[in-house]
């Protein structure tokens, strides 16, 4: 759907049915088992309707992809926004965890869009990501709640790196007590950091 017009609301809301299908099924079986004919099984469509919504799997996988990213960013910024200093920060640690938890399809549909060849630009070592978390580092730091020699890029990239363990364990051992992981960075983080 290309033509440049608005979407009517059935438009609308098939797009979205065929992206929320897409979620599980890429979550389910992978990427490259998500073929478009299954994602139109599963969304009870034939593939011609699909295709008339999304010129390609790579398209439905990066609309997949953004919404599940939109909801994560939602979430984590409602929470941070509410803070400042290192309470900002570690509401960054808390609700991006919590979140991932919530929703571990997600975080499967997110781990699949990147490591396939969808042309999804933004990977998990983006720099975007990094600058962001080192942004509230520097708040950290500016409200004084973090000692004045904190380099806040070198810390950002190990906060994210440690999200991303604790997420990875989670999808290895759903058993695995993230809430407790988080605790213990956040920990980590006034006792290495604060002053």
């Known amino acids: ?3 440049g017009k608005p979407l009517t609301f059935v438009e609308q809301a098939r797009r979205a049915q065929i992206v929320g299908v897409t979620i599980d099924v890429v979550a389910e079986h992978g990427f490259a088992k998500a073929s478009l004919q299954r994602i139109a099984d599963a969304a009870g469509l034939t593939k011609a309707a699909v295709l008339y919504h ?12 953004g919404q599940v990213i939109e909801g994560l960013t939602s979430h984590v910024g409602r929470a941070v926004a509410a803070r400042s200093g290192a309470a900002a920060l570690e509401a960054y640690v808390r609700s991006l965890i919590e979140h991932l ?9 997110i781990v ?3 490591v396939e060849d ?6 998990p070592r ?6 962001a978390v080192a942004g509230l580092v520097r708040g950290a730091v500016a409200a004084g709640d973090y000692r004045a020699d904190v380099d806040p890029v070198v810390t950002a990239v190990l906060i994210d790196g440690a999200v991303d363990a604790i997420v990875g364990e989670f999808l290895a051992d759903p058993a695995f007590d993230t809430g407790a992981a988080a605790a213990e960075l956040i920990d980590l983080l006034r006792r290495g950091y604060g002053r």
Do not use: C, Q, W
């Open 112 to 114: 699949e869009a990147i």
């Open 126 to 131: 983006a720099s975007s990501r990094r600058d």
């Open 54 to 65: 999304f010129p390609s799997k790579d398209a439905i996988v990066r609309a997949a992809y």
């Open 1 to 3: 759907m290309e033509s």
């Open 118 to 123: 969808t042309g999804v630009e933004d990977v």
């Open 101 to 109: 938890r919530a929703n571990p399809t997600h975080v499967r549909m």
